[in-house]
């Protein structure tokens, strides 16, 4: 049997529906979830240093609430939580390797395909460059409903 489902998670509208899916997949194939808030580290110091920290804080924050979130909608799913210091897309493909997931897990953009590939969007990337399936979750933006 394949291994964890990876979900990305940035606390945004996608990434929190993608959540709700993510744990029913878990759930259903009964495999933990993996939760990967992945974030570039600042290379120098001072200012940036704490902006560093800062974005690390945040993604504790939005992870543990993404846990208990996901505890709330199944509780028989265990949850794990990878802070990655590494650009977004690049920490879930890495973390699905790692893991030999079973799926990973993202939320869709509002950005439509043409401006989510020239602008680099995170849920482009990793539809594109996994070698495991993805699931692309939509969502209904606030300018949609």
Do not use: C, W
């Amino acid at each position: 049997m394949a291994g964890e489902v990876v979900l990305g998670y940035d606390g945004r509208p996608g990434a929190q529906a993608a959540l709700q899916t993510a744990t029913t997949i878990a759930a259903a194939f009964q495999r933990p979830l993996v939760i990967v808030f992945g974030y570039m580290p600042v290379q120098m110091g001072g200012e940036a240093l704490d902006l560093a920290r800062a974005v690390k804080e945040v993604g504790e924050r939005l992870t543990a609430e993404a846990v208990a979130a996901a505890n709330a909608i199944d509780p028989s799913v265990e949850v794990h939580v990878e802070l990655v210091e590494d650009r977004p897309a690049e920490s879930m493909l890495r973390a699905a390797e790692e893991h030999d997931a079973l799926a990973i897990v993202v939320g869709g953009t509002d950005h439509g395909p043409i401006r989510g590939s020239l602008l680099g969007s995170v849920t482009y990337q990793v539809v594109h460059r996994s070698t495991r399936p993805v699931v692309v979750v939509p969502y209904e933006s606030d300018d949609e409903a």
